[in-house]
């Protein structure tokens, strides 16, 4: 009863930028982390960056310094600002929320369907 849904994905210029959301919607009776995956063709799927429910924020070497993580816990919503973005950054974007559905489930994660995101010239 959780859905996540992704959006602002697209093709981008080197050194371009995107700006990813996304929005939990369902039964959510507390938010904790969320965080955005990415995964290449014939690549494992790899952590981007992660914020916990206070604003702590966690990122891969690879977009440290680039990359942006927040969230808007009134709107249940994560998002990812993605600068100097480079060809290596190409990759299907998933947007995951660790959440306890009620009081008395433990804690699930949650997968969006992904975005593509192509930088390319």
């Known amino acids: 009863q959780v859905q996540l849904v992704e959006s602002g994905g697209g093709l981008v210029q080197p050194g371009g930028s995107l700006r990813l959301s996304c929005a939990a919607s369902?039964?959510?009776?507390?938010?904790?982390?969320m965080g955005w995956y990415r995964q290449a063709p014939g690549k494992q799927r790899e952590l981007v960056a992660r914020?916990?429910?206070?604003?702590?924020?966690m990122y891969a070497d690879s977009v440290k310094g680039r990359f942006t993580i927040s969230r808007d816990n009134a709107k249940n919503a994560v998002f990812l600002q993605m600068n100097s973005l480079k060809p290596e950054d190409t990759a299907v974007y998933y947007c995951?929320?660790?959440?306890?559905?009620?009081?008395?489930?433990?804690?699930?994660?949650?997968w969006g369907q992904g975005t593509q995101v192509t930088v390319s010239l």
């Open positions: 369902g039964r959510i009776f507390s938010l904790d982390a």
């Open positions: 914020i916990t429910s206070g604003g702590s924020t």
């Open positions: 995951n929320a660790a959440l306890f559905p009620t009081v008395v489930d433990a804690l699930r994660d949650y």
